[in-house]
């Protein structure tokens, strides 16, 4: 990774809105040059890319797929053909389903483990082959996987497999200096958790530090674990979800 991070590379999946966005914000307030992947919602992209503009940083949207490993390859290869390299990748884009065990389908099977489990195993793979030697991963799972929701047990299991590939990666690909680490969010406002249906005021009523979540709580922690100062964490899963769990 280069020493100065204002040379620094970062492709932020999912990154057009919520945590994702509120992640390539504060990349570029530390330096890094950012690639803001968007799935469908290319305005919302774009104007990340203006708001990073506005405060002097670097940034370009690219439109991709996590869930496509064609797609996921060529969004990081956008990191050294536009950047000259790849530095920190944080892998946020997921897909979420609420339903019983019993009503789940094959359908909702395959399209929370593509897009959370293979997905991120892809993410690793490709960013492993790309990331200059220093480099940082993070991945964003989830505190479902404490916590257990009943109607979660997709999402969660998806989000578990993630987080095992973090920690057999983090040994890995430790001899390079790269490290790779988890961050599990709780309830956190975004257009996401409001689509989800979940119990907002029980769950506020069960975090000690009395709200929701907001993306930049999130965002702050996993700054911290893509810069210098966190050369010395890897294969951990950072809770940061008020007390919650
Ligand atoms: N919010 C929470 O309470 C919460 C709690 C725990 C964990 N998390 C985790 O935090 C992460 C972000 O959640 P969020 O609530 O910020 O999400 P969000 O508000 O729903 O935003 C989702 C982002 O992911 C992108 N995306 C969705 N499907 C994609 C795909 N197939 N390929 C590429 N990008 C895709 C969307 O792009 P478009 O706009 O272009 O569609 C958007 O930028 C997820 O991993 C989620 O599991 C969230």
Sequence with gaps: MPSKATDRVAVVTGSSRGIGRATALRLATGGAAVIVNYHTDAASAKQVVADIEAGGGRAMTARADAADPTELRTLLDAAEHHYGGLDVLVHNAAGFVRTPLTAATDG????????????????????GRRMRDGGRIVFISSIVTRIDPPGEALYAASKAAGEHLIRTFAREIGP???????????????????????????LIAQTPLGRLGEPEDIAEVIGFLASDAARWITGQHITVDGGLS
């Design 108 to 127: 909702d099977y395959a399209h929370t483990f593509s897009l959370n489990a293979q997905a991120t195993f892809v993410a690793l793979r490709e960013a």
């Design 176 to 202: 390079r200096g790269i490290t790779v680490n988890s961050v599990l969010p709780g309830p956190t406002d975004t257009d996401g958790f409001a689509a989800s249906s979940a119990p907002v005021e029980t």
